[in-house]
């Protein structure tokens, strides 16, 4: 669903504040991250 009217015209990656943009994924175009996607790998012995 894109709402934010920067992502129906020029794409989130295109938005000044994409980098600290909370709702680029419910607001804007950016798929969802899947879940444990963000560094979650076990840690090494």
């Known amino acids: 669903m ?3 009217p920067i992502a129906i015209v020029a794409g989130c990656r295109k938005c000044p504040a994409f980098k600290v943009c909370p709702l680029k ?3 804007g175009d950016q798929p ?3 879940p ?4 979650s790998s ?3 012995k």
């Open 42 to 44: 076990p840690p090494k």
């Open 25 to 27: 994924t419910v607001l």
């Open 32 to 34: 969802a991250k899947p």
């Open 36 to 39: 444990g996607s963000a560094g």
């Open 2 to 4: 894109t709402v934010c």
